[in-house]
T-cell receptor, first 114, second 109 residues
Framework: DAGVTQSPTHLIKTRGQQVTLRCSPK?????VSWYQQALGQGPQFIFQ???????QRGNFPDRFSGHQFPNYSSELNVNALLLGDSALYLC?????????????FGEGSRLTVL | DAKTTQPTSMDCAEGRAANLPCNHS???????VYWYRQIHSQGPQYIIH???NNETNEMASLIITEDRKSSTLILPHATLRDTAVYYC??????????FGKGTRLHILP
């Protein structure tokens, strides 16, 4: 059973560019959350998607947007990249309903903005 | 903001029990206590969670005080592979997970 998979694993962009990161949730999971983790810091919540809609959002600007597809996979888009967007971007999946359980995290996509 | 307070770092000898404390004095009745850990450059890994009863699984034990204002994660026989940052989180059902700074646990040979 594949866990949460993310792509690409590493990428380099320049300021002002746009980036799209992809996430496939663990089999059977219907909810996807995205986190940004700067070096030496804990992960920061960006947003959560369920039933193809953004359900919760953290304190991130509109440059950060997302999408969830009917197969529950998700994309994170970041426009007008800044140097400060350099970070590890983590995707986590879970069941929306039922007993509260764990979030499964992927290994992340490491973005470097030059 | 994170609703938990943890020590910045801790050391534990290999083979001994590692006891990681967490304070969550403002926890609500519907919030669970979760523990995750993150080994360098990897995604966070779920360890255990509980509501008010003590819990045990193959990785660890979670002891929650009767007033639920604090908890302790116990790794019964720590190994070098347990060196990681450990995050204590309180979370209501379906709510987002908010990470704090966590505890950096060093297992000493």
């Amino acid at each position: 059973d594949a866990g949460v998979t993310q792509s690409p694993t590493h990428l380099i962009k320049t300021r002002g560019q746009q980036v799209t990161l992809r996430c496939s949730p663990k089999s059977g999971h219907d909810t996807v959350s995205w986190y940004q983790q700067a070096l030496g810091q804990g992960p920061q919540f960006i947003f959560q998607y369920y039933e193809e809609e953004e359900r919760q959002r953290g304190n991130f600007p509109d440059r950060f947007s997302g999408h969830q597809f009917p197969n529950y996979s998700s994309e994170l888009n970041v426009n007008a990249l800044l140097l400060g967007d350099s970070a590890l971007y983590l995707c986590a999946s879970s069941y929306r309903t039922g007993a509260p359980g764990e979030l499964f995290f992927g290994e992340g996509s490491r973005l470097t903005v030059l | 903001d994170a609703k938990t307070t943890q020590p910045t770092s801790m050391d534990c000898a290999e083979g001994r029990a590692a006891n990681l404390p967490c304070n969550h004095s403002t926890i609500s009745g519907n919030e669970y206590v979760y523990w995750y850990r993150q080994i360098h450059s990897q995604g966070p890994q779920y360890i255990i969670h509980g509501l008010k009863n003590n819990e045990t699984n193959e990785m660890a034990s979670l002891i929650i005080t009767e007033d639920r204002k604090s908890s302790t994660l116990i790794l019964p026989h720590a190994t070098l592979r347990d060196t990681a940052v450990y995050y204590c989180i309180v979370r209501a059902r379906d709510d987002k997970i908010i990470f704090g700074k966590g505890t950096r646990l060093h297992i000493l040979p």
